[in-house]
Nanobody, 124 residues
Framework: QVQLVESGGGLVQAGGSLRLSCAAS????????MGWFRQAPGKEREFVAT????????YYAGSVKGRFTISRDNAKNTVYLQMNSLKPEDTAVYYC?????????????????WGQGTQVTVSS
């Protein structure tokens, strides 16, 4: 069982930066692949970024590639999402997710555990 708690969301102007953190409980965090998803009002949840258990492999949605960076610190049981050059269309609730098996994927249904989400609002 893994519990995930996101933090770091807030209100920022367009062009600004935020760093989201996701703290995980459990002793097997280093064996989980991790992902970030987001959901804007009236829209479906969408994939943002994912990282392998070792941190050696990452993958991004086209809309955030080059602006967002996912990373992890297995010693701290934490995964991060550094978000730069934020745009109003990045406004959403951001969710952290963990999966115990399989390669990194963009499919939400393959993730076993989810956090409660943190709000990111980008003003124009």
């Amino acid at each position: 069982q893994v519990q995930l708690v996101e933090s770091g969301g807030g209100l920022v102007q367009a062009g600004g930066s935020l760093r989201l953190s996701c703290a995980a409980s459990g002793r097997t965090f280093s064996s989980y692949r991790m992902g970030w998803f987001r959901q804007a009002p009236g829209k479906e949840r969408e994939f943002v970024a994912t990282i392998s258990w070792s941190g050696g492999s990452t993958y991004y949605a086209g809309s955030v590639k080059g602006r967002f960076t996912i990373s992890r610190d297995n010693a701290k049981n934490t995964v991060y999402l550094q978000m730069n050059s934020l745009k109003p269309e990045d406004t959403a609730v951001y969710y952290c997710a963990a999966a115990s098996l399989g390669p990194i994927t963009t499919t939400a249904g393959t993730y076993n555990y989810w956090g409660q989400g943190t709000q990111v609002t980008v003003s124009s």
